[in-house]
């Protein structure tokens, strides 16, 4: 008479025992996060006549999804996720119609997706088979799921155009088509336009070699939120429709070849605090512009994101062990590094005061580090190597307790490092490529007072030499004094 089986996030290994399956008033079986291993058996699975919820994910299952899956007719959601299943989609997974949501992602499921029915599936809501080995074009019936709120299909083998059908998912709030062969990405863009409810967009990876759609091609995305156009190797320059994104917040255009300077309307986009536009070819000086950006100025801003999680994890940089559920787990974040930024770090850089990751690196920048960055105190990342950067590092970095991650190498810093803080943790690594920088972790060592303090040295020295003419003239003296004396004692 069991309903609910549920032994999540042990250590739990071997298969599924035979008897198990003897519970034939199963409802709800999850044991996800183990370490089980084995196949879905096909004679065994079909006894869980009344399952709803089958929960597998994040452990060592392999082999097939079963064609006998259709008999499980009450069946909701499926996770398998998380785990080294192989082979194709039986078609026969349309023939559960009751089905809510699929979860498949991070396995090796290949073939082609047409010969599962989708539009059968009325009641979908949730579609994630990232991170496989699907071929072909996206399958057509997917755009008859009316219900969908999140896809997910990307690190594929998929290729194609994206269809002007997928604007019948007047719900799809969670898109991922990232890391597969698709083409036009201009299409894509106005295609998508017009999904009103669409918070998030990942388009990484794909569309490789295009150009940047120009600035009067793209509207809507009035609700968007999340957009990675990573690693595609666009050309082009940030373009001005991004500023009509009035709710994005989390902006990802590293990795393309990019070029033109970063734009002043970027302080206008208000929830904007993840923005990574590093590896790219921008030019120009780094705009006052970015001091202004609310969300990494005040915490009182930063109180006003969304509250909602998105309707499936987020990877960053297509990392499967980086994932976010909701907005607000998302770092502060402002990576600039490998470019072609000239002129100085905008003195006013210490007005952002949420940020905990600064990244200028590999940039022509010149100039003194802004004393300005002390106030950065929460900072956990600062990079401001490869840079051009000159005179002393400012003592007040050592006010910065949380910083984990420094580097200010391979720059024409110079003086002394200041010790006794934050600062004396990192190795010497952190400092090299500065020839006039020295400090106990260098080898170059400050050695005496004399380059930390030189006019005060020069000074003591001075008056070390008069001190020793004034006392060698009178040694001289009593010298000649007692000779005279004392001749005058013998005579």
């Known amino acids: 008479m069991l309903r609910v089986l549920k032994a999540n996030h042990n250590i739990l290994s071997g298969t599924l025992p035979d008897e198990l399956f003897n519970a034939t008033s199963l409802e709800y ?69 009751n089905l809510i949501t699929i979860d498949l992602g991070i396995n090796r499921f290949s073939g082609e997706l047409n010969k599962v029915n989708f539009s059968n599936l009325c009641n979908l809501k949730s579609l ?80 490789k070699n295009e150009i940047m759609p120009d600035d009067d091609s793209i509207d809507g995305f009035e609700n968007l939120q999340v957009l990675s156009l990573q690693k ?100 502060n974040v402002l990576m600039l590094g490998n470019n072609d930024f000239i002129g100085v770090i905008p003195p006013d850089i210490g007005l952002l005061k949420e940020l905990l990751s600064l990244n200028l690196s590999n940039n022509k920048l010149a100039g003194e580090i802004p004393q300005g960055i002390s106030n950065l105190t929460n900072l956990l990342l600062l990079d401001l190597s490869g840079n051009h950067l000159t005179g002393a590092i400012p003592a007040a970095l050592n006010d910065l307790h949380f910083l984990s991650i ?21 190795l010497n690594s952190t400092f090299n490529g500065n020839p006039k920088l020295c400090g106990p972790m260098l080898v170059h060592h400050c050695g005496s007072s004399e380059t930390i303090f030189p006019q005060k040295v020069a000074k003591e020295t001075e008056l070390k030499i008069i001190f020793a003419i004034a006392f060698g003239a009178f040694f001289l003296l009593g010298v000649l004094y007692d000779q005279i004396v004392l001749s005058r004692f013998l005579g």
């Open 232 to 331: 595609c190797s666009l050309s082009g320059k940030i373009p001005h429709w991004l500023s009509i994104f009035k709710n994005l917040q989390v902006l990802l255009l590293k990795s393309n070849e990019l070029t033109g300077s970063i734009p002043n309307w970027i302080s206008s986009l208000n929830f904007l605090f993840y923005v990574d536009i590093s590896n790219n070819s921008l030019t120009g000086q780094i705009p006052t512009a970015i001091t202004e950006m609310p969300m990494l100025k005040s915490e009182n801003t930063a109180a006003r994101l969304n509250p909602r999680v998105f309707e499936l994890p987020i990877y960053i940089d297509s990392s499967i062990s980086l994932l976010y559920r909701k907005p607000s787990a998302l770092p």
């Open 29 to 97: 079986l999850s044991f996800s996060s183990n370490a089980l291993q084995g196949i879905l058996d096909a004679m065994n699975i079909v006894k869980l006549k009344n399952l709803k919820i089958l929960d597998l994910r994040e452990n060592n299952i392999t082999g097939k999804i079963p064609e006998s899956i259709c008999q499980l007719k009450r069946l909701q959601e499926i996770h398998l996720g998380y785990n080294g299943m192989s082979g194709e989609l039986p078609s026969t997974l349309s023939d559960c119609t």
């Open 406 to 426: 420094f580097n200010i190498s391979n720059n024409d810093l110079e003086g002394p490092i200041p010790i006794g803080g934050q600062l004396s943790t990192f």
């Open 128 to 207: 994630d088979l990232g991170h496989n080995n699907f071929s072909g074009t996206l399958p057509e019936s997917i755009y008859s799921c009316s219900n969908l709120t999140a896809l997910r299909l990307s690190s594929n083998n998929f290729h194609g155009q994206l269809s002007k059908k997928i604007s019948n998912l007047k719900s799809l709030s969670f898109l991922s088509l990232g890391n597969n062969s698709l083409t036009n990405l201009t299409n894509a863009l106005q295609t998508l336009s017009g999904s009103k409810n669409l918070t998030v967009l990942l388009l990484g990876l794909s569309f």
